[in-house]
């Protein structure tokens, strides 16, 4: 299993992201499969998730009207859209699924 993250990068506040998550190892149209972020001095927490066919979506509080997150299971990824980004966004973005953490990619959002 393997759940490789990229789109991360450094951002000014009120911009957008888009980060994927390539997953191989699984057959990834049977899982759940969401976004964590871990900022500094914090703990790991969920941000979305989405259902195995995509049909369902969840979101932090602090996210909603924000960030979406969707999948393609043809091509085994998962995406998290980040608008309106804020400073308190900054964190490592983490894909989860299969019991399998992504190697996570950095967020930050400053000017």
């Known amino acids: 299993v393997q759940l490789v993250e990229s789109g991360g990068g450094l951002v000014q506040p009120g911009g957008s992201l888009r980060l994927s998550c390539a997953a191989s190892?699984?057959?990834?149209?049977?899982?759940?499969m969401s976004w964590f972020r871990q900022a500094p001095g914090k703990s790991r927490e969920l941000v979305a998730e989405?259902?195995?066919?995509?049909?369902?979506?969840d979101y932090a509080d602090s996210v909603k009207g924000r960030f979406t997150i969707s999948r393609d299971n043809a091509k085994n990824t998962v995406y998290l859209q980040m608008n309106s980004l804020r400073p308190e966004d900054t964190a490592v973005y983490y894909c989860f699924g299969n019991n399998h953490w992504g190697q996570g990619t950095q967020v930050t959002v400053s000017s």
């Open positions: 190892g699984f057959t990834f149209s049977r899982y759940v």
């Open positions: 989405i259902t195995s066919r995509g049909t369902s979506t």
